[in-house]
Nanobody, 121 residues
Framework: VQLQASGGGLVQAGGSLRLSCAASGRTVSSYAMGWFRQAPGKEREFVAA??????YYSDSVKGRFTISRDNAKNTVYLQMNSLKPEDTAVYYC?????????????????WGQGTQVTVSS
């Protein structure tokens, strides 16, 4: 499975971005899909995840970010609203074959290359 993340960019605080994660090589409709982020000098941090039963968010993004998927397009999205400077990071998408919604990066089997999100104040 190859994951291609896109949609990052520079946005002002309070703005919005939508990230996309396109999967290829295999249908991922039964997989759990997650988004993580990593800021300079910090560890990779869980953002959101989705599987067949629902969605799961970190407290820092709950109410501002929405994860969704389009199985027909084999793609997962992360809609990010009310962005804050502390949301600045490289965002990565990941896939878990086992379908488990989790905030633990070690559980995920495949990772995309990351897309930079920069929020200016």
């Amino acid at each position: 499975v190859q994951l291609q993340a896109s949609g990052g960019g520079l946005v002002q605080a309070g703005g919005s971005l939508r990230l996309s994660c396109a999967a290829s090589g295999r249908t991922v409709s039964s997989y759990a899909m997650g988004w993580f982020r990593q800021a300079p000098g910090k560890e990779r941090e869980f953002v959101a995840a989705i599987n067949w039963s629902g969605t799961y968010y970190s407290d820092s993004v709950k109410g501002r970010f929405t994860i969704s998927r389009d199985n027909a397009k084999n793609t997962v999205y992360l809609q990010m609203n009310s962005l804050k400077p502390e949301d600045t990071a490289v965002y990565y998408c990941a896939a878990d074959i086992g379908g488990v919604v989790t905030n633990k990066p070690g559980v995920y089997d495949y990772w995309g290359q990351g897309t930079q999100v920069t929020v200016s104040s």
